[in-house]
C-alpha cells in the first residue's frame, strides 16, 4: 500500500530523526537519492547540461547538493538562484567545489544567461519551492519555468502545487518526474498537482519509524488481492451474497443494464434487479433475478445499489425510502444522490456508501463544480461528515472517504473512463462487492481499482475510445490480473 503523510508529520518525523543523526545526514541521503534519479534519466552524465532552478531553504539545499555530485560526475551544472541572499550556503559550496557555475536569475531574465542555461539543459531540477510552499510561482521564477525545454525533475513536489492537498492555486511547474523524500505527500497523488508531479521515485531517508498512521492511502494490486472475495468449497449463490439494483426507467434502460453488468461482475452470486427495465436486462443477461417492485417485496439481499437512471418521480423517492430503510448496506448513485439528504442517513445502522462525481458532489455540499474539482480532498471528507457516510468521489482522481481513517485514492484508471455509462458500471460493481461481505470503504476503493483497470484493458494499445458496456466486459480480465 502507497501512504502518504501531510507536510506538519512529515517534518516531525524529520526533527525526531535529525536528533539521532551527525548534521546534514538527512539531506545528503535526499541528494544522493536525487541525483541517482537525474543520472537514470540523462542515461549518460559526463558532458550532460544539468540547470538547477534554486529558491531559498532546504529544497534549494537538495538541488545544489545533488548538482554537485553530478558536477563529479562530469555534467555541466548550472545554479539558477532566484533568492541569492537566502540560497542554502552548503549546497553553494559543495556545487562551487564540483566545478558547477551559479548564476542569478535576474541577471537577464529569461533572454540573459540564466535563461540561456535553463532552455539548454538536457535536464532541469525544479528546487524552487518546497513542501511548505503556498500559492503559486512567483513571477520571476514564472518566467524562468517558461523557457524550460528539456525534462524537469521535481525536488521533492512541482514547485506551486500544495503538498497536502495537491491544490494548485497559480503558476506551477510541470514535471517529468517528481523525486520525494522519506514519504509520500498527499498532492502527490491527487489531482490536480497529481498531474504536474509525472513519474513518482520515493527516497528512502529512513524517515518510517517515526511516522504514525497515514492521512493518505492508495491500494496496490497486493492489498486488491487480499480483499478480493472468493467462493469456498461449499459456496452457493446466495451464500455468496445477493446484490439488489434498483435502476433504469423507460427513459434509461441501459442505466439499469449496465449496473446490473458491473453488478455480475463484482464477485456476489446472484443480481435481483428491481425495476421498469426488467425486459432490457433479461434480454442481455438472462441470469439476473428480475423483479417489477418496490424493493421491500423484490426478496432479500445482502446490499441495494440504487439510483442510476432511475428519475425522479414519486416511485424513485419511495424506492429510495424502502432501500435507505433496510438493515443492510446501501450504495446510492446518480438520481439517487438528487433526492438524497443528509436528515435521510442519520437514522441508518447499516453503512451507506455515496458515489458521486464533481457535479454531483457540488450539490450535496452547496458549492460550485470549480470548488470541488480544485480541492478534492476537502470535499470528500466534507461530504463524508455531513452525510455520514462513505463516500467516493470520482474524477481524474477517484478518493474514498468515510467518516474517519485515512483518504483512499485510486491509483488505476485512464480518461477513456470518462464516458456515458461509465459510473453505472462502477456502481453495480461496488455494490456487487458489498454484499459478498467487504465493508464499505474496501468496496468502494476495490471497485474503483478494479474498475479503472477494466478502463486501461478496454481501451488496448494504443488507447482509444471506449464504451461503458466494454468496460463492464473488461472487469473479468481485470479481476485475473490482479490475482493471477
Known amino acids: ?99 558547477g557555475r551559479v548564476l542569478r536569475a535576474d541577471s537577464g531574465g529569461p533572454a540573459g544567461p540564466a535563461g540561456a542555461a535553463v532552455a539548454r539543459a ?16 512567483r513571477p520571476d521564477a514564472e518566467l524562468l519555468v517558461g523557457a524550460v525545454r528539456g525534462p524537469v525533475v521535481a525536488v ?19 514535471a517529468d518526474v517528481t523525486v520525494t523524500f522519506g514519504a509520500y505527500k498527499p498532492g502527490l497523488l491527487i489531482d490536480p498537482a497529481r498531474e504536474r508531479a509525472g513519474a513518482l521515485r520515493l527516497v528512502d531517508i529512513g524517515l518510517a519509524p517515526y511516522l504514525p498512521a497515514p492521512e493518505v492511502t492508495a491500494l496496490q494490486h497486493a492489498d486488491v488481492a487480499a480483499l478480493l472475495p472468493r467462493p469456498a468449497a461449499d459456496s452457493d449463490k446466495y451464500r455468496r451474497g445477493v446484490v439488489g439494483v434498483v435502476a433504469g426507467s423507460a427513459r434509461y434502460p441501459g442505466a439499469a443494464v449496465l449496473a446490473v453488468a458491473g453488478a455480475l461482475r463484482g464477485g456476489a452470486g446472484a443480481v435481483r434487479y428491481v425495476g421498469p427495465a426488467a425486459d432490457a436486462v433479461i434480454a442481455r443477461f438472462p441470469e439476473s433475478l428480475v ?9 432479500r439481499v445482502q446490499a441495494w445499489v440504487i439510483g442510476p437512471g ?14 435507505l ?42 458549492v460550485t463544480r470549480e470548488e470541488v474539482e480544485s480541492g478534492r480532498l476537502a470535499a470528500v471528507r466534507a461530504l463524508a461528515a455531513r452525510y455520514g457516510a462513505t463516500v467516493l468521489l470520482k474524477g481524474s482522481t477517484t478518493l474514498v472517504a468515510g467518516a474517519s481513517g485515512p483518504v483512499r485514492v485510486n491509483p488505476t484508471g485512464t480518461g477513456w473512463l470518462a464516458t456515458a455509462g461509465s459510473g453505472d458500471v462502477l456502481s453495480g460493481l461496488a455494490g456487487s462487492l458489498l454484499a459478498a461481505g467487504l465493508g464499505a470503504a474496501d468496496a468502494a476503493s476495490v471497485g474503483a481499482y478494479l ?9 488496448g494499445a494504443p488507447a482509444g475510445p471506449i464504451s461503458a458496456y466494454e468496460v463492464a466486459g473488461a472487469l473479468g480480465a481485470a479481476w485475473r490480473g490482479v490475482t493471477g
Do not use: F, W
Open 1 to 99: 500500500m502507497r501512504t502518504a503523510y501531510s507536510v506538519e508529520t512529515v517534518r516531525a518525523a524529520e526533527r525526531e530523526l535529525m536528533a539521532r543523526l551527525p548534521e546534514g545526514t538527512l539531506m545528503g541521503r535526499a541528494a544522493a537519492g536525487l541525483a541517482a534519479a537525474c543520472a537514470s534519466l540523462l542515461g549518460r552524465v559526463y558532458g550532460a547540461r544539468v540547470a538547477l532552478l534554486v529558491g531559498s531553504g532546504d529544497n534549494g539545499g537538495d538541488a545544489l547538493l545533488a548538482g554537485a555530485r553530478l558536477a563529479r560526475r562530469g555534467a555541466g551544472v548550472t545554479a539558477v538562484l532566484l533568492a541569492p541572499e537566502r540560497a542554502h550556503a552548503r549546497g553553494l559550496r559543495a556545487l562551487r567545489a564540483a566545478g
Open 122 to 137: 538536457d535536464v532541469v531540477l525544479d528546487g524552487i519551492v518546497g513542501i511548505g510552499g503556498k500559492g503559486g510561482l
Open 156 to 174: 521533492d513536489l512541482p514547485s506551486g502545487v500544495d503538498a497536502d492537498t495537491g491544490e494548485v492555486r497559480g503558476a506551477a511547474v510541470r
Open 291 to 299: 423483479h417489477a417492485g418496490p424493493p421491500s417485496r423484490a426478496g
Open 310 to 323: 432511475v428519475g425522479d418521480d414519486a416511485g424513485a423517492r419511495q424506492a429510495l425510502a424502502e432501500v
Open 325 to 366: 430503510g433496510s438493515d443492510v448496506p446501501v450504495l446510492v448513485d446518480a438520481d439517487g444522490l438528487h433526492l438524497l439528504s443528509a436528515d435521510v442517513l442519520r437514522g441508518r445502522s447499516a453503512p451507506t456508501v455515496l458515489t458521486p462525481h464533481a457535479g454531483e458532489a457540488a450539490a450535496l455540499l452547496g
Open 451 to 459: 474498475h479503472g483497470l477494466a478502463g486501461r484493458e478496454a481501451t
